[in-house]
Structures are given as structure tokens and as C-alpha cells.
């Protein structure tokens, strides 16, 4: 079965420091990875996802993310945070075949202090 | 960009009443899927749906849920008798071969 694990859940950073979000996943084959942004009382945002390829993936919003095999890991970075990136955020592992389900993780709340 | 869209944002419901809540995925999708998220928690999978029948569900899903493509755009989802435990987001989401998922910006619903 698949799963999601981020470790964290509350971080704090200053805004314009860096940030790096943690997602472990267990998944039987080569996972389809998705890092989505919500905002309170809003939907789900992608913000970027890794199917295959380049182990580095760029999003949306100066996000990037790194897809580790060995670590089992597809972590969330950014480099300098903006006050509008507090929000909670998901990881999802998704099947490689269509009309596969996505399992999330629990989420990551940021806050962002000035 | 193309979005999934649902309908209403916010439904206040008796308990045990019936309940429908609506989805327009995007137009060319073929895979659709309903998710749950209560509040404070993570998101769920109830159900997805291909070629007009059900591919996958959870154990969430049970008895009382139940999905319909009554035409050629909309996607819903029905709660016969609703609980209170049933209130929470509730996500549309619609695919294509090999691309993720697009949600929709989620019903919230409340049951009274």
C-alpha cells in the first residue's frame, strides 16, 4: 500500500530565509510525486510533480523539489520565503496508472514571521 | 487554464437528509475521483471513476455514497442519509492519461 509520511508538522521560518519541507513516501513502483499548497478554506494548489526524468523539479512560486530513490524522499524547497507563502502543504503519491488514487500526506502548516 | 468546478461552495444540511454535491470536471478528462478532507486533517480518497463505472474506492466509501455521471459534463457525488461526522471538504478531481490530477476548490459541508 501506498503512503506518505511528512515529518513535520508546524514549521516556522523569517521571511526571506530558505525552507525545505520533508515527504518520505513507501510506494511498490515508481511513484508519481506532488507537492499542493492550501490556503485556509481553499482548495489544493499543485505546485509541482515528478513523474520521471530530471531528479530536480521546478514549480510554481520559486518552489523546486528533489526526487531521492535511495531516500525514498521528494522533498520541498525554496530559497527565500515570501510572507504569502504561510499555508499548509500537502505531499502526494499517486499510481502510475490512470484513475489511481493520490495518497496525501498529514501537511505541513508554515508559518512565515516578518 | 481549464478548471474543475465545484458546486455549491458551501452546503448546510440536516442529518440524515440526502445530499448532492456537484463537480464539472475539465472537458477533455476522462478519469474523475472525489476526495475528503475534514477539517484540520489530511486529504482522503473516497472513489474514482472511469468509462462510467466506479475503478477504485475506499473504505470510506461505503453504502451510504454514491456516484453518478448523469450527463456528458457533470460528476457528482450523493450521500443518502448524512452523520455528522460526514462534514468536512469534500474535492473533485478530474485526469487524463498520464497527467496529475486537477482539483476543484472543494464544497465545504455542514451537517447540522
Known amino acids: 500500500a501506498q503512503s506518505v509520511t511528512q515529518p513535520d508538522i508546524h514549521i516556522t521560518v523569517s521571511e526571506g530565509a530558505s525552507l525545505e519541507l520533508r515527504c518520505n513516501y513507501s510506494?511498490?513502483?515508481?511513484?508519481?510525486l506532488f507537492w499542493y499548497v492550501q490556503s485556509p478554506g481553499q482548495g489544493l494548489q499543485l505546485l509541482l510533480k515528478y513523474f520521471s526524468g530530471d531528479t530536480l523539479v521546478q514549480g510554481i512560486k520559486g518552489f523546486e523539489a528533489e526526487f531521492k530513490r535511495s531516500q525514498s524522499s521528494f522533498n520541498l524547497r525554496k530559497p527565500s520565503v515570501h510572507w504569502s507563502d504561510a499555508a499548509e502543504y500537502f505531499c502526494a503519491v499517486g499510481a502510475g496508472t490512470n484513475a489511481g488514487k493520490s495518497t496525501f500526506g498529514d501537511g505541513t502548516t508554515l508559518t512565515v514571521k516578518p | 487554464e481549464p478548471e474543475v468546478t465545484q458546486t455549491p461552495s458551501h452546503q448546510v444540511t440536516q442529518m440524515g437528509q440526502e445530499v448532492i454535491l456537484r463537480c464539472v470536471p475539465i472537458?477533455?478528462?476522462?478519469?474523475f475521483y472525489w476526495y475528503r478532507q475534514i477539517l484540520g486533517q489530511k486529504v482522503e480518497f473516497l472513489v474514482s471513476f472511469y468509462n462510467n463505472e466506479i475503478s477504485e474506492k475506499s473504505e470510506i466509501f461505503d453504502d451510504q455514497f454514491s456516484v453518478e455521471r448523469p450527463d456528458g459534463s457533470n460528476f457528482t457525488l450523493k450521500i443518502r442519509s448524512t452523520k455528522l461526522e460526514d462534514s468536512a471538504m469534500y474535492f473533485c478531481a478530474s485526469s487524463v492519461e498520464g497527467q496529475p490530477q486537477h482539483f476543484g476548490d472543494g464544497t465545504r459541508l455542514s451537517i447540522l
Open positions: 472537458s477533455n478528462h476522462l478519469y
Open positions: 510506494y511498490g513502483a515508481t511513484p508519481y
